[in-house]
């Protein structure tokens, strides 16, 4: 099994649409860990830990969010597995 961290940075009408939240929920459906927060700029920043698969299965909903989104641009960096994340939550 191989675990994974990535930083994502999502661009377009990302908050006031309960991104954050429905995030949330993927997160913990798929096993992830980390954590999400909106950016003074707009965006949301997320970080993501857990297995490969699961991490990259959120990145790949990060490509649309939830439906009342309007995802312009998802941007994505390596970030080194630490294993210190329990859960999933809204940073603020």
Same mark, same amino acid.
């Given at each position: *099994?191989? %675990?994974?961290?990535?930083?994502? %940075?999502?661009?377009?009408?990302? $908050?006031?649409?309960?991104?954050? %939240?429905?995030?949330?929920? $993927?997160? =913990?459906?798929?096993?992830?860990?980390?954590?999400? =927060?909106?950016?003074?700029?707009?965006?949301?920043?997320?970080?993501? #830990?857990? #297995? &490969?698969?699961?991490?990259? $299965? *959120?990145?790949?909903?990060? $490509?649309?969010g939830?439906?009342?989104?309007?995802?312009t641009?998802?941007?994505?960096? #390596? %970030?080194?597995?630490?294993? =210190?994340?329990?859960?999933?939550?809204? &940073?603020?």
């Open positions: *099994m191989s %675990y994974r961290g990535i930083h994502v %940075y999502v661009s377009g009408l990302v $908050q006031g649409v309960a991104f954050r %939240y429905s995030a949330v929920r $993927q997160a =913990k459906h798929l096993g992830i860990t980390g954590w999400v =927060k909106n950016l003074r700029d707009g965006r949301v920043e997320l970080l993501l #830990e857990g #297995e &490969e698969h699961a991490v990259l $299965q *959120m990145v790949e909903w990060c $490509q649309h939830p439906p009342s989104a309007r995802i641009d998802v941007h994505t960096e #390596e %970030y080194p597995y630490s294993g =210190k994340f329990l859960s999933f939550d809204v &940073e603020l």
